[in-house]
């Protein structure tokens, strides 16, 4: 699960990068969500016409979701595993981080469903 909004500056790095691991691991099991912050729809949507991704995107009113997660930095990144517990949470991002946060996910996507 992703938080996100069009404001988001780091947004535009973590986008291309959560679709490249969509695309490369999705066969596997791997399901990214993102849940966008913004307060204007037409906001997401100018960013989303430019940052084009496979997965889905929950628009809308997602603020009382970000609260209940305790949602600080953008982006907030929720690493869910099989069993539907949280098992690592990321903020913000940078391009130097790309390579634990996938390793951390194709760890997690080789474990069993309990």
Same mark, same amino acid.
């Given at each position: *699960?992703?938080?996100? &909004?069009s404001?988001?500056v ?7 990068f959560?679709e490249? *691991?969509?695309?490369?691991? %999705? &066969?596997?099991?791997l399901? =990214? ?12 949507? #100018?960013?989303? /016409?430019?940052? #084009? !991704? ?5 628009m809308?009113? @997602?603020?009382a ?8 930095? *953008?982006?907030?990144?929720?690493i =869910?595993?099989? @069993?539907? #517990?949280?098992? &690592?949470?990321? /903020?913000?991002?940078?391009? %130097?981080? &790309?390579? /634990?946060i996938? %390793?951390? !996910?194709e760890?997690?996507?080789?474990e069993?469903a309990?």
């Open positions: *699960m992703d938080f996100w &909004a404001w988001c780091a947004c535009l790095a973590s986008f291309p959560m490249q *691991m969509q695309r490369d691991l %999705g &066969a596997r099991g399901q =990214v969500v993102a849940l966008n912050l913004d307060q204007k729809p037409a906001d997401a949507q #100018r960013f989303l /016409a430019a940052h #084009r !991704v496979s997965f889905p995107i929950a809308g009113s @997602n603020e979701c970000a609260k209940q997660f305790g949602v600080g930095a *953008m982006p907030s990144t929720f =869910v595993d099989r @069993n539907r #517990r949280i098992r &690592a949470v990321h /903020a913000g991002f940078r391009s %130097g981080e &790309a390579r /634990a996938r %390793g951390l !996910v760890q997690l996507l080789a069993p309990r």
